[in-house]
């Protein structure tokens, strides 16, 4: 037992050594040139009160909602150890944010995301904490639940989140879609669950979630057992997707224009619509329709009610209606 210990180290350390030494594995991409780089940062709205990250950058993109990009450019948005930790202190931060009604999530630079970053990662993932085996288990089994919760906290924000994808989506990038309410993306854009390629199943919420997402087990299977890439096209065709844009200028006008158009709604109607369908999601429909019972009978008694049927009588537009914040 303790030779077969010391062999997987060995081959833990190995293997690091390699990850360290080179790129080429498809997950974390060479650096993009200065020119793109430049073109990555170009003039945008100030950080948003609260939220300084390393790997995100967060905006008031207009009233009531937020623009978070996955912020790491120059390596094609990888998710390195800043982005897992910082992206559950940003959406508790949004969840609590009672100005904010509506998250869109994208990617600066050329593409969405390219997944894990191994170079950042290696030795966290392949030489875990641990004196033997049960010590090294217990401690990966805290490491994936803190993974986890990086996308999972995008689902338990009440407040909608639409992820405006473009190029890539590679990995963790499928994780991180799958957990967010709508998703709009460019024609040009690809999706791939690559865990199988680097020897592991993926942990961190696609296995659970797409299916759901797209109900296609067999397309599902296929898609986890191979790696392939899905376009955009097929994206589209199997629900993964709700809409496709000739580029992402176009792409993120749109998400706006549509955050624009929920956050003028009653926050009480649209958070408590979010959890009750994501409730439903996971339960039965008599289970569901009884959470909804004891769900409404507080809800129904905001005056949000009141103003929404006040502005449809007096065929008012809801953006003109102030609805105290949530």
Request: hydrophobic share 40%; charged share 25%.
């Amino acid at each position: 037992m303790a030779a077969a210990f010391a062999a997987f180290r060995r081959f833990g350390d190995l293997l690091t050594r390699r990850l360290t030494a080179s790129t080429n594995l498809g997950l974390s991409l060479r650096p993009m040139s200065a020119s793109a780089q430049e073109e990555a940062s170009e003039a945008s709205p100030e950080e948003a009160p609260g939220h300084s990250y390393e790997s995100l950058r967060v905006t008031a993109a207009q009233k009531h909602v937020l623009h978070v990009q996955l912020n790491r450019p120059e390596k094609r948005n990888a998710m390195n150890k800043a982005f897992w930790r910082e992206m559950v202190v940003c959406f508790n931060k949004i969840a609590e944010d009672s100005d904010c009604r509506v998250v869109v999530i994208s990617g600066a630079g050329k593409m969405f995301t390219s997944g894990i970053d191994l170079m950042d990662m290696a030795s966290e993932l392949l030489q875990p904490a641990g004196d033997d085996t049960a010590r090294i288990s217990w401690h990966l089994h805290s490491l994936i639940t803190r993974y986890q919760e990086t996308f999972s906290v995008i689902e338990k924000c009440p407040k909608p989140v639409i992820a405006a994808i473009h190029g890539g989506c590679i990995g963790g990038g499928v994780d991180l879609i799958t957990a967010c309410d709508i998703r709009y993306s460019t024609r040009d854009s690809f999706f791939q669950v690559k865990e199988v390629d680097v020897g592991l199943a993926a942990d961190v919420g696609t296995l659970q979630r797409l299916p759901k997402v797209i109900g296609n087990q067999s397309l599902v299977n296929e898609l986890a057992y191979t790696a392939r890439k899905m376009m955009a096209d097929e994206a589209l065709e199997s629900g993964l997707v709700s809409r496709l844009f000739p580029d992402k200028e176009t792409m993120l006008d749109a998400a706006f224009t549509l955050a624009a158009e929920i956050s003028s709604k009653s926050p009480v109607a649209v958070q408590s619509t979010k959890i009750n369908l994501i409730y439903s999601r996971d339960h039965s429909v008599t289970e569901s329709l009884n959470y909804m019972k004891s769900w409404n009978m507080s809800m129904l008694q905001t005056e949000d009610i009141m103003k929404s049927v006040q502005a449809a009588i007096e065929k008012k537009a809801l953006k003109t209606v102030t609805f105290s914040k949530l």
